[in-house]
Structures are given as C-alpha cells and as structure tokens.
C-alpha cells in the first residue's frame, strides 16, 4: 500500500484548499481511507475517517468546513477544506488500515 499526499499550502484565513491522496498496491476503492492532522506539539487528530460502509465520520473541530466529496478521480481521495482557520495549520496526513502517507503541510496564516 502506498499513499501520497499532496495540495497543502499556506492559505488566508477564511480561504480553501483541496488536498489529495493517491493510493495504490491493493486498495480497490476509498472505503477504509482518512485524514489525520498533527500540529506542533499536538497530537494527532482525526480530520474524516471513511469507514467499511462508507460513511463518514468527520472530527468535531472540522465539521461544516471540511467534506471528502463523493467524487473523486481514479485512486484518489480529496479532502475539500473551506472557511480555513490559522488553528487548522498541521500537517495532514492519509491513512489506510494503518498505513500512512508522508503528509502535506497546511499553513493557514495572513
């Protein structure tokens, strides 16, 4: 399994992002797939967890603001991020059944 995280930035408070996550070796669609944040000194923090079924589970901190669209391309998973806080400054990273990415990082800053 390998993930690949990409489409971090620095952003304006109140701006967007959309981050991807390409996955391959064996992963044959997005159900069991999520995002996790860690900030300096913090520890890691779910973003959205995709469960067996499919159904979402987003974190307290990001709900309403941040959505996995059901859409996504081929082997890829999106983490749409509106109204961007400088608190959700971290790295973001994705995971798979324990596996993880090597993370983006996300600068919410003026």
């Known amino acids: 399994v390998q993930l690949t995280e990409s489409g971090g930035g620095l952003v304006q408070p109140g701006g967007s992002l959309r981050l991807s996550c390409s996955f391959s070796?064996?992963?044959?669609?997005?159900?069991?797939l999520g995002w996790y944040r860690q900030a300096p000194g913090k520890e890691r923090e779910l973003v959205a967890m995709?469960?067996?079924?499919?159904?979402?589970n987003y974190g307290d901190s990001v709900k309403g603001r941040f959505t996995i669209p059901r859409n996504n391309a081929k082997n890829t998973l999106y983490l749409e991020m509106n109204s961007l806080k400088p608190e959700d400054t971290a790295v973001y990273c994705c995971?798979?059944?324990?596996?993880w990415g090597q993370g983006t990082q996300v600068t919410v800053s003026s």
């Open positions: 995971t798979y059944r324990g596996t």
């Open positions: 070796g064996g992963i044959l669609d997005i159900n069991g």
């Open positions: 995709i469960s067996s079924r499919g159904n979402i």
